[in-house]
């Protein structure tokens, strides 16, 4: 049913959903929170901390200003808490809250906290009488992902018109609920949306969980079942030209990517295609030996395609391929293509691919649009596969191309899990890092140590070494993480020697924008970058030597230990300062967890024991495997238990028609 249906969406409301992906009544119903709200009892100022969004009980110190500043209308006041201490309070366009809010009256003002300059200032509060936020407290409101134009007050009332007016049907019959100690769909998706408190969210949480990874296990089965017969029709045997490419490195290949590459080079001259996951930590130089095995399929005339998930990263490899092939005289066609191309550039980049007169591919998912038609492509390599769902690779053997086929991951699982959710490939792990490494020096500090991390970047800096620094992060909401960064920089500008170059870097910046700063970071022509998070997957500057991250509390250990893996990356001593926003003790305890190993499994699976029972939105995963409710650390189990179920499920004649289920897995 169409969205149209429910009550108070119109035409324009209903465009404005669309952009979240929701046109009917089941994806709203689908479209489930990315957090709860729970009204808190109301803070003392002084303890406000790093809080984005509080509650204060206060009283109107001074009668409300009012202030035109282009088209907005400002409102200010300022209240005093119980005890003593004061804050001023703005508002944006809402000149009506003049005639509410007086002076010496006492409410309730929930809002963000801004700091600006020392200065604390609540923004936009909503107000409350004491006795009307005494109702709220500790209920459990969802928070969703908004556009703009839709309040999240707003996407509550039509996700729960949709749910007055949808009955979901249960895939799995009760036997096989029972048997896996699940609950019912429709209860779980009702839960989800509007749990009556914690402990109700977690079997509803699990249930769809569960379908999600179901889900995902079930399209391998189905891709393994029509991939089985695929004979390889592109045997390489010649490797004349990655021999020339290794002995010319300035670095010998670990013994790791050695056995890694013979298992490719077996592979490629076998019967069958190969089917290849490459598991290694980060850092291990997954890169080079994609690179090899793409210059031997390009070496007997054949195509190969590199897809990443992000254009920085694109831009990235491509230099890095153009630097082999120019070191090494070779003349192979290489072409960028990413979604940010103007036409006329994607044209002429779709001739080349067609013609077959480019051999080597590179890019974003672009490269596997329906335009996009390949001469012989033999050899697809799809770089943090985490980021891709399996059904790119079921959208290619469906235009009738079964390639090789490598996935390179970083992501630390288990082997008896990465069987399950690789079930159609085989694994090979880099366990080993290039010999010239040293230890990265980890340090967990509170604010009061940033004097002393500037001092400490300067002098990095002044040897000729780069830094990142990771933004602190505010509310999941891309606008207000780019002012973020775009002020963060501005205050590093002030404080650090007038001679260092900062810049920073966040996602709502054009591709071009992004790709020249990074470029220029990689030059060393920009000597510190501030960033958000988009630099987090597969960077590589080795000459960038420190890694400060603020708030570093807020991050899951796994993001952090791939932050971390942006530095450490050449021969030179690198250095991790992880700060934290809170001198929360339990806190610090999981960042210690950092120091102690390296190894990224270990860091996951100690970063769960630590976690709590609500904690599960609360600390943000990398978004492995763009599951959006699974998580692969914490979901061992319900991976097993749903793997399990898939088989049985098929065994008995079932087929899986549930569209919103098959859709979740794909993002892009
Ligand atoms: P990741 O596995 O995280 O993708 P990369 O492939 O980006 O790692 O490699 C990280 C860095 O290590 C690159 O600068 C690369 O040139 C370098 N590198 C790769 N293999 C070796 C090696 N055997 N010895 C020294 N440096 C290496
Ligand atoms: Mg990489």
């Known amino acids: 049913m169409n969205i149209r249906e429910i009550k108070g969406i119109g035409e324009k409301t209903s465009l404005l959903l669309n952009r979240l992906g929701i046109e009917e009544c089941d ?100 107000i409350f009488t004491l006795a009307k936020y005494e109702e709220k407290l500790n209920v459990m409101q969802p928070v969703y992902s908004l556009t703009k134009g839709i309040s999240n007050n707003q996407m509550i009332k039509f996700v729960s018109e949709a749910l007055n007016i949808t009955r979901i049907e249960d895939y799995l019959d009760e036997n096989m609920r029972k048997k896996y100690d699940l609950c019912d769909l429709d209860r779980a998706i009702r839960t989800i949306h509007f749990p009556e408190n914690f402990e109700k969210l977690k079997p509803a949480r699990n249930r769809l969980a569960f379908d999600e990874i179901f889900a995902f296990v079930y399209q391998l089965r189905k891709l393994k079942e029509k991939e089985t017969e695929a004979v390889n029709r592109y045997r390489i045997n010649n490797h004349v030209v990655s021999d020339q490419v290794i002995s010319n490195l300035d670095f010998e290949l670990t013994n790791a990517q050695k056995r890694v590459l013979n298992d490719i080079h077996r592979d490629m001259n076998g019967k069958v295609i190969m089917q290849r996951l490459i598991q290694g930590d980060v850092g291990s130089g997954k890169t080079i030996v994609a690179f090899l095995a793409m210059f031997d399929i390009a070496s007997a005339g054949l195509q190969s395609a590199l897809m990443v998930p992000t254009e920085v990263l694109a831009n990235q490899h491509y230099e890095s391929i153009m630097k082999l092939i120019a070191e090494n005289n070779l003349d192979y066609e290489v072409v960028l293509l990413t979604g940010s191309l103007s036409q006329r550039a994607k044209k002429n980049i779709y001739e080349k691919i067609e013609s077959g007169s480019a051999k080597i591919i590179i890019g974003t998912h672009a490269i596997f649009q329906e335009r996009v038609k390949y001469d012989h492509l033999a050899f697809v390599v799809i770089d943090e596969q985490h980021r891709f769902g399996v059904l790119q690779r079921a959208k290619l053997m469906d235009k009738g191309v079964t390639p090789h086929t490598i996935v390179m991951s970083a992501t630390p699982i288990p082997r008896t899990l990465a069987i399950i959710l690789y079930g159609d490939m085989d694994i090979s792990i880099i366990d080993e890092l290039p010999s010239n490494r040293l230890k990265i020096k980890n340090c967990v500090v509170t604010k009061n140590f940033r004097p002393n991390a500037y001092t400490f970047i300067e002098k990095q800096i002044q040897s000729g070494k780069q830094a990142y620094v990771i933004c602190p992060m505010v509310e999941d909401n891309d606008m207000l993480q780019a002012e973020n960064v775009v002020d963060y920089a501005n205050m590093l500008r002030e404080k650090l020697d007038s001679n260092i170059t900062i810049e920073y870097l966040h996602g709502k910046m054009k591709a071009e924008e992004k790709a020249q700063i990074l470029s220029r970071f990689e030059k060393n022509e920009i000597n510190v970058l501030v960033s958000t998070t988009v630099i987090e997957v597969g960077i590589n500057v080795p000459n960038a030597t420190v890694m400060m991250v603020e708030n570093a509390e807020r991050f899951s250990l796994a993001s952090l230990h791939q932050l971390r893996g942006r530095v450490g990356r050449g021969k030179d001593q690198s250095y991790c300062i992880f700060v934290s926003g809170t001198e929360n003790q339990d806190k610090l305890k999981r960042l210690e967890i950092l120091n102690h190993s390296n190894d990224g499994f270990y860091i996951a699976s100690e970063d769960l024991k630590l976690r709590g029972p609500g904690d599960f939105f609360g600390v943000r995963q990398s978004g492995e495997m763009q599951f959006t409710i699974a998580d692969i650390y914490s979901d061992g189990k319900i991976i097993e238990t749903a793997g399990r179920a898939v088989d049985e499920f098929l065994l008995s004649g079932h087929e899986l028609i549930d569209k919103n289920l098959n859709d979740g897995i794909v993002i892009y």
């Open 27 to 126: 994806d709203l119903v689908r479209y489930y929170p990315r957090n709860y709200d729970i009204y808190e009892p109301p803070v003392l100022i002084r303890n406000i901390d790093n809080k984005a969004v509080v509650s204060i009980d206060g009283t109107v110190m001074k009668s409300v200003d009012m202030n035109h500043i282009k088209n907005l209308t400002i409102l200010t006041t300022v209240i005093r808490d119980q005890n003593g201490d004061t804050i001023k309070v703005n508002w944006f366009n809402m000149p009506y809250l003049k005639s509410t809010v007086k002076y010496s009256m006492r409410f309730v003002f929930r809002g963000r906290i801004k700091r600006m300059n020392q200065q604390m200032v609540l923004e936009q509060p909503e």
